[in-house]
């Protein structure tokens, strides 16, 4: 069973903010971490991501503060999740010792979901945040579900 999980994306404030609260409450038992590979560091969760949180799952992304990707954060991680294969390489590049620790939120999904990016809805309508929050769902469930295993 894997106790440090570490989710990013690129600015920390939509998608790896979202994933962690959905994973830590599916996995209490998980340190659960997210980070941004460019992250606006400080910046609250993007209020459209904080209502689709608290309205449609129940969780309170109030109190996140994006941070950036550290070697510390990385190091410490026993599985490390990205959003699409280009922040995979991205990690991988700066942190070639990782290997197989670095996988897609997607990687656990059913077939018809696995190894798909999770698009970022920084900027896009409400539509696009609510559909990235579906995703993420879907693919926290599957995670939550195989590493319990």
């Known amino acids: ?19 962690e609260a959905m994973l830590t409450k599916a996995m209490p038992n998980v340190e659960v971490d997210s980070a941004g590979l460019g992250a606006l560091v400080n910046y609250p969760a993007a209020p459209e991501m904080q209502k689709i949180a608290q309205d449609d799952y129940g969780l309170d992304l109030s109190g996140h503060r994006a941070k950036q990707m550290s070697k510390q954060l990385v190091q410490s991680a026993e599985i490390i999740f990205v959003m699409s294969e280009g922040q995979k390489q991205h990690v991988k590049e700066q942190y070639p010792h990782l290997g197989g620790r670095v996988l897609l939120l997607s990687h656990f999904s059913p077939a018809d979901m696995k190894g798909r990016k999770i698009a970022d809805p920084y900027k896009k309508s409400e539509e696009d945040f609510i559909e990235c929050a579906q995703q993420i769902a879907i693919h926290v469930d599957a995670i939550s579900k195989a590493l319990k295993r």
Do not use: T, W, Y
């Open 1 to 19: 069973m894997f106790k440090r999980v570490l989710i990013l994306c690129i600015g920390n404030i939509c998608r790896s903010p979202l994933a």
